[in-house]
């Protein structure tokens, strides 16, 4: 093992779209750790949309990132030292953790990861956060009842696939959007989903109108702007809408504003809440428990996009907001 770390720090806060320009690559010594302290080397990385709020130095539900300091974000990695009386050498450990090759941690926050549950890339992903997001969202906010139709933004990402199998496992008519043809494909032939609209090149309204014709009980946004303006307009009486993410807007340098539909909330009695998978800490067991229940079982399938090297973890989150990752976005920085 050289002693050598490679960290990326966040060189300027972006104005829009973030550029390769944004980030740093600092090379340090491999940091020794103290009692009660373990030391983990990093083998996935995940890249999330909602770090580029915390880009913009503005205070939200976590703190901001820091002009000069490491990044930080979900790691999966194995412990190469421990001080720890709960770790071991060895372990494969998951947490938020540096944007770099090796990371020290007090074994706050930090789960063991079974590499014979599933590979152990899907702790980042269909078994980690996103799968948290989807699950608790959708449950516990959208309530989806059998026959019911089920609408999802971004279905192509991370958290929306994992939305809509939910959903036909509750016995729904899913319909996604997305973005591509390759991504189109993908949901209706892999994951069964009963419609997907390309917003890019079908007539939205059109799309809907024949893909609900039931109208939409249940809608999961993940992008918010016009197409959540339009999904809006076919919403059923006593409908749910779970807010999740708004990534059409993450890069705008002004507030887009667009229909307000406050008097449909008001007279079709639609609920619309947001929430951020924090909010369900105490129960992750429980949804841990289930999405690995349902992978294990082949009901729930999942997808990854892998970027090799460390150095690359740029280009990974830029490629995020152009839609170019099919399922979780990760970056591989050193083998298992």
């Not at 608790?136 to 059998?146: A, H, M, Q, R, V």
Request: with cysteine.
């Amino acid at each position: 093992m050289k002693n050598e770390n490679r960290r990326i720090i966040l060189g300027s806060r972006p104005s829009g779209m973030p550029t390769k320009e944004n980030f740093q690559i600092v090379t340090e010594a491999i940091p020794e750790i103290k009692e009660g302290e373990i030391l983990i080397q990093t083998i996935f990385l995940s890249v999330d949309p909602y770090m580029r709020g915390r880009m913009t130095g503005i205070k939200t539900y976590v703190d901001p990132f820091e002009v000069g300091k490491v990044l930080t974000g979900g790691v999966v990695g194995k412990i190469v030292e421990s001080k720890h009386s709960n770790f071991q050498e060895g372990d494969i450990v998951e947490g938020q953790l540096d944007w770099a090759d090796y990371s020290v941690s007090n074994g706050r926050h930090i789960r063991k990861v079974d590499p014979n549950l599933a590979p152990i890339s899907t702790a980042l992903g269909v078994i980690g956060m996103p799968g948290l997001t989807a699950y608790f969202g959708l449950l516990d906010i959208g309530k989806p009842k059998e026959g019911e139709t089920v609408v999802i933004s971004g279905a192509a990402g991370a958290v929306g696939m994992v939305v809509g199998q939910i959903a036909k496992l509750k016995g729904c008519h899913v319909v996604g959007i997305a973005g591509s043809q390759e991504k189109i494909a993908y949901l209706k032939e892999e994951l069964g989903f009963d419609a997907v609209i390309n917003y890019k090149t079908d007539q939205i309204k059109q799309a809907l109108k024949t893909a609900c014709p039931n109208g939409i009980d249940v809608y999961f946004d993940n992008v918010g702007g016009e197409i959540s303006d339009l999904v809006m307009r076919f919403m059923n009486f006593h409908s749910r809408i779970v807010l999740c993410g708004d990534i059409s807007q993450y890069n705008n340098e002004k507030i887009e504003y667009g229909p307000r539909f406050q008097s449909l909330l008001v007279t079709r009695s639609i609920l619309m809440q947001g929430f951020i998978v924090s909010n369900y800490s105490k129960r992750f067991a429980e949804g841990y428990r289930d999405l690995a229940k349902w992978v294990s079982e082949g009901k729930l399938k999942y997808r990854e996009t892998i970027i090799d090297g460390l150095e690359n973890a740029p280009d990974a989150f830029i490629d995020l907001f152009y839609g170019k990752n099919i399922g979780k976005q990760l970056v591989r920085v050193s083998n298992e």
